[in-house]
């Protein structure tokens, strides 16, 4: 059963279905992605430098 559903998962994602409009999570291409990477990179920086002056 698992091997049928996968492909037909895979099949059924298209970007027909994709929606529009306002929704909660930032895609590549909103400002807002930049913004969470550079977060991403001073809480990983900061743990960093915190676990090696220990």
Do not use: F, K, N, Q
Request: glycine fraction near 4%; charge should be positive.
């Amino acid at each position: 059963m698992i091997r049928i559903t996968i492909p037909l998962a895979a099949l059924w994602a298209t970007p027909l279905l994709a929606h529009d409009g306002m929704h909660l999570h930032p895609h590549a291409d909103h400002p807002a992605w930049s913004l969470v990477m550079l977060a991403s990179a001073v809480v990983g920086v900061a743990a960093y430098l915190a676990w090696r002056r220990r």
